[in-house]
């Protein structure tokens, strides 16, 4: 049995409220034979539940089973639920959406809708709920607005809707095409994905828009081999873009229909307001920069910021639309008048245009909530707060450890000082809010050193933040990190990963670090899938899967470039990282041809050993330096290598560098490492990455004497120089950017946090800090 652990999320009781929970099993505990038999159960009651299995371990047993259920949640208390194995007859549910007469159809059994065909300009032909229906223009949109102010309107798809879930407890839907003016003449690709829910009389809306649109200006650009020069710092705004002046969804909430009706705009802080208008007068508002940096607010952005949403409501029924993180993503209005609801994802009216880079995407969600004529302003904000910040049920972190697919990252012996570090580690970082930003944050380290000419330079989850955020999550249980992993890694998929591009080197890959996200080159030391893998776990959301299935597909094309095949001649951590993702992707597979593109990666390693005695890096040219974070790269991916194909070279190499290392490095006098080994950057540096490489020595050897060399840095990160706490402060950079100015970026954790975890399980075991204080 797994217990669910859910914390108090309302002072309201919730009935049947849909959730979801990632489970891992240790490898051979559950097959394919158990679904049938799987229970949700709390006391002596069974819970509707469906089930998906995310990933395998080699001999088929289930490692992550995604699980989709109904809960009861008591009001203003926690509460736990059970994941069972229960022998004895199922009992299956219908599963909510179907095809009948050649349409797709969602039943909740509180509503019924029948989705459009392709080719059709609207999402629904119809939605009945409550008694009464819905015709096609109740939900009318996305259109999307360009810089001459013509109109483009998706379209369904050709190939209609694609039913992604089909269970009894929830449905996902997704169609994809382009938008179309009324000549015809298309712009932009979208994606739409509708949610519905058993029993539920509300949909939900994901609405990615993506510039595929070819660049004329910039030809030359595209002819560009990849070199060692080209894979450097290039922060150049010379690059193609469209402007998006508007995007707006149009809803007739059928209310009123000549009667009187009122409608209701709501937002919130900490307390929700409601202005209240009768159906002649129109409401409106609007989220500009300027708004965020009006507002006071403490709470964590990733977790929630404001409810914004209108209702309609006459004397028979009701409707409620609102957009999904709307100050985190801003602009956004809503507006309401006798017409109908207006959600304006992007203000047509904003002043500013939105800069869409060819390549980058951008998700916003929104949800539609039918309900009678006697909900309360109080229940619909209930409504609207789970909409936001909908409920998140966690695990015991002894869950993710006996199921080992964290390894030993995941550990119950802790030292209370160091856990107060991490969070605070964790938590206090720079970030952005605003529609092409919410999800990152910029790198003051990089800014400063000139590299971008004073414009912010955004870290672009480096070093697989949203990873990081999954460990936290697993040992903590503490489930702000599911919304950190979550915001994370949607800004990473939309913005971050190039979706099209007419430079065969950058379509399919991350950008590294740089000015507006996409002017960083995608280079292999800039590759990571474990965040997306851990989205895709945690949420069923195919789309992570299938991007981290690109950028490994991508990156071995990539390492075909003449610089990643022979010794010295780029830094250590280009070809690392790369077998690093190779690696995370024969976890997730076991598809040898993961492995297979590593074998080249480790020859190259164990000759650049032999040739130069240690991994080096040019810090200048004519100087071979040792960099203990880039050799770092390399430690781990062979190391991990090694684990899954044996091969006494390789452990002969790790050790040869890692000795080597230490007698070039470190720095006996201050009992720590350089953070490069040329007397022209030999600074020491906060950049812990070193510690993973002496946990690796000693479990390979078991000599404690490298536990022992590393304490130094342990101490001086997690002690002697604690980030700063959390920071409201905000800057204000321009109608589409506002920063959280905490004066630590979000490098300074995200490089260091996974090797700080792998060398403290050490110290505890070795009783060099004793649990407790």
């Avoid at 030809?219 to 707006?248: M, P, Q, T």
Wanted: one cysteine or more.
């Amino acid at each position: 049995m797994v217990k669910i652990h859910f914390e108090i999320m309302s002072k309201y009781e919730q009935k049947g409220e849909p959730v979801s929970v990632a489970v891992p099993f240790p490898k051979g505990k559950a097959d394919y034979g158990d679904l049938p038999l799987f229970t949700v159960q709390r006391g002596e009651e069974t819970y509707p539940a469906q089930y998906k299995v995310t990933a395998d371990w080699e001999d088929g047993s289930i490692k992550w089973l995604l699980v989709n259920f109904l809960a009861d949640l008591p009001a203003n208390r926690a509460v736990d639920y059970w994941l069972s194995r229960e022998e004895g007859e199922s009992r299956p549910l219908t599963p909510i959406v179907f095809k009948e007469d050649g349409h797709v159809v969602i039943d909740t059994g509180s509503m019924k809708a029948v989705l459009s065909p392709a080719g059709a300009d609207h999402i629904f032909s119809t939605i009945e709920t409550g008694g009464y229906l819905y015709n096609e223009r109740t939900v009318m949109g996305p259109y999307m607005t360009d810089r001459a102010g013509r109109q483009y309107m998706i379209r369904i798809g050709d190939d209609g809707w694609e039913i992604l879930e089909d269970g009894p407890v929830r449905a996902v839907l997704c169609t994809e095409g382009k938008h179309y003016d009324e000549s015809g003449e298309s712009w932009f690709d979208y994606k739409l994905f509708v949610y519905a829910y058993r029993n539920k009389d509300w949909l939900k809306f994901d609405y990615q828009f993506i510039n595929c649109e070819e660049d004329r200006e910039h030809r030359e650009h595209y002819d560009l081999e990849l070199n060692a020069e080209a894979a450097g710092f290039k922060y150049s705004r010379d690059y193609a873009y469209e402007d998006v002046k508007g995007i707006e969804v149009r809803i007739d909430p059928g209310c009123g229909g000549g009667q009187e009706f009122n409608h209701t705009l709501f937002t919130s802080s900490f307390h929700y307001t409601a202005e209240k208008k009768a159906g002649s007068q129109r409401l409106y508002h609007l989220v500009s920069a300027d708004t965020i940096i009006q507002t006071a607010n403490e709470m964590f952005p990733e977790v929630l910021f404001s409810i914004y949403a209108l209702d309609w409501q006459d004397q028979t029924r009701g409707l409620t639309a609102g957009v999904y993180q709307a100050y985190q993503n801003f602009p956004k209005a809503i507006e309401s008048s006798r017409e109908g609801i207006v959600l304006k994802l992007m203000p047509p009216e904003y002043g500013e245009m939105l800069k869409v880079p060819q390549g980058a995407a951008r998700t916003s969600r929104f949800h539609l909530s039918f309900h009678g004529k006697d909900m309360t302003e109080d229940q619909i904000v209930d409504r609207e707060l789970l909409f936001q910040r909908p409920v998140i049920p966690v695990l015991d972190p002894q869950v993710y450890m006996d199921s080992g697919v964290f390894g030993s990252l995941v550990s119950n012996q802790y030292h209370h000082s160091t856990e107060r570090f991490l969070f605070r580690y964790v938590d206090s970082r720079a970030k952005g809010l605003g529609m092409m930003n919410f999800g990152d944050g910029p790198e003051w380290e990089y800014m400063k050193q000139g590299r971008s000419e004073g414009l912010d330079v955004w870290i672009n989850n480096e070093y697989d933040m949203p990873h990081n955020f999954m460990l936290m999550l697993a040992r903590t249980g503490d489930s702000r990190y599911y919304d950190y992993l979550k915001a994370s890694t949607e800004h990473w998929y939309d913005v971050d990963f190039c979706h099209y591009s007419q430079n065969p080197h950058k379509y399919g890959l991350l950008y590294t670090h740089s000015v507006d996200h996409v002017t960083g080159q995608p280079v292999p030391s800039h590759q990571w899938v474990e965040g997306f893998l851990d989205y895709y776990h945690l949420t069923g959301n195919n789309q992570a899967y299938e991007a981290a299935m690109t950028i490994g597909n991508r990156l071995i094309q990539l390492l075909k470039l003449p610089l990643y095949q022979t010794t010295g001649t780029v830094e250590p951590r280009e070809i690392g990282w790369a077998m690093r993702t190779f690696l995370a992707l024969y976890q997730e597979t076991h598809e040898e041809r993961w492995l297979d593109a590593c074998q080249p990666i480790v020859e190259v390693y164990i000759e650049w050993a032999n040739a130069y005695g240690s991994w080096t890096s040019p810090y200048p040219d004519n100087h071979l330096a040792r960099v203990p974070f880039m050799i770092n790269v390399g430690v781990v991916g062979l190391t991990g290598y090694y684990r899954l194909r044996p091969d006494q070279r390789i452990k002969e190499t790790v050790l040869s560098v890692i000795n080597e290392m230490m007698d070039e490095c470190y720095v006996e006098r201050a009992g720590t490492f350089y953070g490069k080994q040329s007397p022209a950057v030999r600074y020491l540096n906060l950049n812990g990455m070193v510690l993973q490489s002496l946990a690796i020595a000693y479990e390979l050897t078991g000599n404690r004497k490298y536990i022992d060399a590393g304490m130094g840095m342990f101490q001086w990160i997690s002690v002697e120089n604690l980030p700063p706490v959390y920071d409201f402060s905000k800057i204000k950079r321009d109608e589409f950017t506002v920063i959280y100015n905490c004066p630590v970026g979000p490098k300074r954790c995200a490089q260091s946090l996974i090797p700080f975890l792998h060398f403290y399980k050490y110290v505890m075991e070795l009783g060099i800090l004793e649990p407790g204080f």
